[in-house]
Each structure stands twice: as C-alpha cells, then as structure tokens.
C-alpha cells in the first residue's frame, strides 16, 4: 500500500469551444504530471468544452465532439498517470455535468453532478441530468471522493463519499470571481473537512468567459480546514502536491501559499482579464475608445493599456463647442501619461449637417435632449467608423450607475464590443483609479506610474452635451445614487428600505423609476466584467416592459 500520492494540478484557462486547443491543454499539464512523477493529473470543471457553455452545450454535435475529444485523450495519455477532467457526459439519453477520469487509454469512470445551480448565472438545471449520490473512484488503490464544484456547498455528496471510502476530496470547478467570493468558497470547504475529516483540494479554473471571469486561486485544506498550499489568483499555473498517508489518514504536505490581493486589486485585475480574454477568445488584437477627459473614459484607456498594452489602444477625443478646455487637457494628458494613440476628431461639422437635415422636420420645435443626443450619436458613428477601418473593437465606458439608470445614449455612447466597467458604481470609479494610479503590479502592460492627472478624479462629473452641464442636475449626487441602487440591486430592497436607511423618498423613487425605464437601454448593452453577485445580464433578469413600481411619489 503506497504512503504517498502525488498530484498535479492544473489551474489553467480553457477556451470556450476550442475543444482541440483545450485538450492540448490538458496534455501539457499531463506531460509536466508524468515528469514530476504524479498519481494523477487534475483539470477543472468542464474544462474540456470550456465554461459557461450556457445553451451551446445542448446540441448534440457538441456535446459529442466534446466526448469524442476526451476519449482520444485518453488514448493519448495511456502511459502515465491518470487524468481527471471535467467535460460532457452522456448515460442513455441524459447528459450530465461530469468529472472523468482516464486511465489505461479508456475514461475508467464518470462521476456525475448532482447538485446543479440554477441561480444567479447559473442555469443547470435546464442544461444537465441531475447524477446520482455517487462514491469515490480509486486510482492506484487510493479512493478519492470528487464532488463537483455546487456539490461541494452542501454536504450530502462530500458525506456520501466520506461515508463509501474515500480518502480525500478533489473538488473540480468552474466557480466565476465576484467580489469576497474566496471567503464564501473557503467557509463551504471548511465545513466539508471538519464533517468529514478528510482533506481537500479545491481547484478552480481561470481565464475570461463573456462577463465572467474565473479567478483561480485554488486551495488545499487538510482536516479541520488547515491551509495547507493556496495558487495565486487569475494566473494560470501547474502545481504538484503530495499527500502522505499518516495514522490519521491521508494529509497533504505544505506547500506555498499566494498572497490574496484586496478587493480593489481583485476588481481591477478581473478587468483587466476580462477584457485581455474577451479580446483575445474572440480573435481582436486592439481596441479604440472615446476619450472624454472624464474620468470612466480615463478608467477604461487604463484597464485597456494595461490588457493589451498602450500600443494596442487608440483614444479618440471628439470635441464640440460644449467640451471644455480642462477636458481637452485632460483627455490628452491620459493618452499621454498611458502612452496610447491619440486622435483628435471635432465632431462640429457633421452635428451641424445633421441639424441642417432635420431642420424642415423640427420646425416649429424648441431644442431639447433629442439635439444633445445628436452629439452622442455622432460621435458613435464615428467611433465605429474607426473600427470597421482599423480592425479595433470600440469599447464603451458607462459605469454601473449610469447603466442602472440609463443615463447614456442609446446608439451613442453605449455603442461598443465590451464594457470593463459595466459592474463598477460610479463611487467606486473614483476610488479604483485612485488605486490605479498608486499601484502598478507585474502583470500589467501599462507604465509603471500615474496613468491620470487628479483633476480627471476629482472635477465635478458633466456628459458636456450642453452649456455648463453637470451629471448632478439630472441625478442625486453619485455617493446618494450608488447607496440608493446598492440597496434596490444588491440588497433586493424597496423604497422603504431606502428610505430606513436615511435616503430621501424622492430620491429613491426617481432611482427605481429610471432603473426599471433603462431596462430596454440594457437588454441591447454590451457584455462587461462581472464583479458584484449582481451584475446586469444573466445575475439580474428583469422584464422589458414593466409597468410594476414599488414606489409612490
């Protein structure tokens, strides 16, 4: 009986649908586990397909091709150790969630998810067969118990396995990053080592999915929910691990353990990844964006610089008469200071051409936000004019708050491929460049300094669509607007809980009637970085028309 087993862990980053390049993947870790003399070579949730497949996982040429690829993966890691992977799985005519594991040439077992999320992006229970309370598998006499990634949150799987054998728990996932998800992991693995008694390995996958990000950072917990080894957050990495077989049973030896960067770390490099993978999954090299001077455009040229790098982003500013002088400045200086191309495209001609052609329609009508909109509108157009040319992807700039309550123009400023920021309040805007400007870390590609002046953080916030505009005469003040939609949003609340909290009822109530308005604004918005359990588009799924208010005025 062997007092050892090693494993390999490979925390890497699949891409969705590249079945062939994902396998390759799962090669190359195996052939680093053969060298390093592992027992068994592990891959995360899905892994093979990449993760989320959402609706695509259905369609039987898939999840066939899925199956076909690990079945010859397994053929071609025959001589060596076994290799777990995570993959499609059909029994009859069910298709399931599964974890696989090859061995000898053929997939020698399947465990079968049993627990399957069907909240927040989840949506599982429409996609998969719900498997059985299943055991452990055995590889070289050792029995390992792999709850996949929701079955490990309660704890009839990790019992049920406990309970038949097994004398560790590897747990596959594909668990998305939001803010302090690690917390929330570790508490869930914690309890399953103290009920029962057995180490675990939580690994996860990384890498860019749409809005969601995966963000690493797996985990060894010997019982009792010791620490024993933690891998760095968002990076890809190959680790070997080696349990020892003690007379209280199997504990994993220690090894290092990743420093956890803070929240405003985390949400700046979830950005950064997502947008770098967003790009680069889906075959573009270089973005462009508007410049405005203010300070979300200045966030996004830097989260974009540090991606792709400085040389890759084209920063458009496209002035009218009511961009002020500081803006002009200010929109240089952050090309500048990040190093990017800088265009300088007036937009005063064509708006004017364009009220010239509509003037014989609008007569007899005073101007209004139809003419700011022009502007905005304007501008959309010839940003992505410039895409189309140049081959960049146009990204859009609008933070959370304005997504919330529509304060962007459809068609104008919200046209666009991406939206790093999309689930960033507009508070935390302020306090992440901050950030940004204080620190810079190896994996960014920008300059190691300042990427904006203070005054683009600290002036007052104005869409300049016109004369001595500010965003303040159309909203309450950013810090009232934020608490009122962290509580409406997040929290689920109602007015009356707004209003518990010191917010002013009118306030409140205009906050809910613009976020149920905006809805259609959203429902044609571009993806952008998930960061909060809350996001909109597959967290937050609300009706178009609605005509519901909770709120009286």
Not at 219 to 238: M, Y
Not at 527 to 540: I, N, S, Y
Request: proline content about 6%; charged content about 25%.
């Amino acid at each position: 009986m062997a007092d050892t087993f090693r494993i390999t862990l490979a925390q890497l980053n699949p891409t969705l649908g590249d079945l062939a390049g994902n396998a390759a993947k799962a090669r190359e870790a195996w052939e680093a586990g053969r060298a390093a003399g592992a027992d068994l070579v592990a891959l995360p949730e899905m892994f093979i397909t990449g993760y989320q497949t959402q609706d695509l996982v259905r369609k039987p040429a898939f999840h066939t091709a899925a199956i076909e690829t690990v079945r010859r993966l397994a053929e071609e890691c025959s001589d060596g150790p076994a290799l777990a992977i995570g993959g499609p799985w059909l029994e009859g005519a069910e298709l399931y969630n599964a974890y696989l594991i090859l061995e000898g040439g053929t997939v020698r077992h399947a465990v079968l998810k049993h627990h399957l999320p069907n909240d927040a992006v989840f949506d599982e229970e429409r996609l998969y067969s719900t498997g059985p309370l299943g055991g452990p598998y055995a590889i070289g006499g050792v029995r390992i118990g792999s709850p996949i990634c929701e079955d490990a949150w309660y704890e009839d799987v990790a019992e049920t396995h406990e309970e038949t054998g097994a004398e560790f728990l590897l747990v596959p996932n594909g668990s998305p990053y939001h803010r302090d998800k690690y917390d929330l992991r570790l508490t869930h693995m914690v309890a399953r080592t103290v009920e029962t008694g057995l180490p675990l390995i939580y690994l996860n996958m990384v890498g860019g999915q749409d809005d969601q990000v995966f963000d690493g950072g797996s985990f060894v917990l010997n019982p009792g929910g010791k620490l024993a080894c933690r891998l760095p957050v968002f990076d890809e990495e190959i680790a070997h691990l080696t349990l020892i077989r003690t007379p209280e049973g199997w504990r994993a030896e220690a090894g290092p353990v990743a420093p956890q960067p803070d929240a405003w770390e985390q949400d700046y490099r979830a950005m950064v990844e997502g947008l770098r993978d967003y790009l680069g999954k889906s075959g573009f090299s270089r973005v462009l964006l508007g410049l405005s001077g203010g300070v979300d455009s200045a966030l996004v040229a830097a989260i974009a610089a540090d991606a792709i790098g400085p040389e890759n982003v084209r920063c458009v500013m496209l002035p009218s008469e009511y961009t002020s002088v500081h803006s002009l400045e200010d929109a240089k200086a952050v090309a500048r200071m990040l190093g990017c191309h800088y265009d300088f495209v007036p937009i005063t001609e064509g708006r004017d051409a364009i009220t010239a052609t509509l003037a014989p329609l609008f007569e007899g009508r005073s101007p209004d936000v139809t003419e700011e909109n022009l502007q905005s509108r304007l501008r959309g157009l010839l940003l992505m004019a410039l895409s189309n040319k140049f081959g960049e992807m146009l990204l859009t700039t609008g933070n959370k708050s304005e997504v919330a309550v529509g304060y962007a123009t459809i068609y104008g400023d919200m046209a666009g491929g991406y939206n790093p920021i999309k689930d960033l309040y507009k508070t935390r805007v302020f306090e992440t460049c901050r950030w940004r400007n204080a620190n810079h870390r190896p994996w960014m590609k920008g300059p190691d300094s300042a990427v904006m002046p203070e005054r683009v953080i600290s002036k007052p916030p104005s869409a300049e669509l016109a004369a001595d505009q500010k965003d303040s005469d159309s909203l309450p003040e950013y810090d009232i607007l934020d608490g009122i939609l962290e509580i409406l949003i997040e929290g689920d609340g109602s007015i009356e809980d707004c209003v518990a909290e010191g917010y002013s009822r009118e306030d409140a109530v205009k906050a809910e009637r613009l976020l149920y308005l905006s809805e259609y604004k959203r429902f044609q918005s571009a993806p952008g970085t998930r960061l909060t359990p809350k996001a909109f588009w597959l967290d937050r799924r609300y009706p178009i028309v609605n005509r519901w208010r909770d709120g009286k005025a």
